[in-house]
């Protein structure tokens, strides 16, 4: 008796749910009529349409997007660990890429030095890089004494593009004289700035 009633429930619940299937696929099919018959009546009654567009539209974050990044090392190609972020001016803050000061120490009258700094664009967006900044201060770079020169700087750099070097160059003319230069010393403030590119 109890596997008689089982089994007519079961027969009970296959024929509903064969129901409720066929139900659904004749009003899918009654819905795509419906709209297929008012589009055809919409298209000859008027014979004019309209076609709309919405977009939403963001700003980059400048955190993420802008962070060029300078490295000083003494031999090679530095790595990504040696770049540091470099935003503030010397004197202002600690984020200064410093090149040794052995590195141009001991400079004698005809006498230059060459070396490379390095800048890398770790951000998330291209940047146009402005013409370098130099600064010179102190009794070496006085007139007649050491001369600082930068050889070619980029003027954009893509995100994710490869480490870029720039040459700084620090020499002490052979007219230099050595009452007035002999000990003399200086400071050297180089500046890179970039900033993002705009699309054409």
Do not use: Y
């Not at 190609?77 to 503030?88: E, N, S």
Request: net charge negative; aromatic share 6%; proline share 4%.
């Amino acid at each position: 008796m109890t596997t008689t009633t089982t089994h007519a429930r079961l027969e009970t619940t296959e024929r509903d749910e064969r129901k409720r299937k066929r139900a659904a696929i004749i009003k899918f099919s009654l819905a795509g009529a419906a709209v297929l018959g008012i589009g055809a009546a919409a298209t000859s009654a008027g014979w004019t349409d309209d076609a709309w567009f919405g977009a939403g539209a963001s700003a980059v974050d400048p955190d993420d997007a802008i962070d060029l990044r300078g490295a000083f090392v003494a031999d090679g190609t530095p790595a990504d660990g040696d770049f540091i972020t470099a935003d503030d001016a010397p004197g202002t803050g600690d984020d200064v890429v410093v090149i040794p000061a052995e590195v141009f120490a001991d400079l004698t009258a005809g006498d230059s030095i060459t070396v490379p700094v390095w800048i890398k664009n770790m951000g998330t967006s291209d940047l146009v890089i402005a013409p370098p900044t130099l600064e010179t201060e102190g009794d070496l770079f006085e007139a007649g004494g050491a001369t600082v020169t930068l050889g070619s700087a980029p003027t954009s750099l893509a995100s994710g593009s490869a480490a870029t070097s720039v040459d700084v160059t620090i020499a002490l003319p052979d007219s230099a004289d050595a009452d007035v230069f002999g000990g003399a010393e200086g400071d050297v403030v180089i500046g890179f700035q970039g900033s993002i590119a705009n699309r054409a």
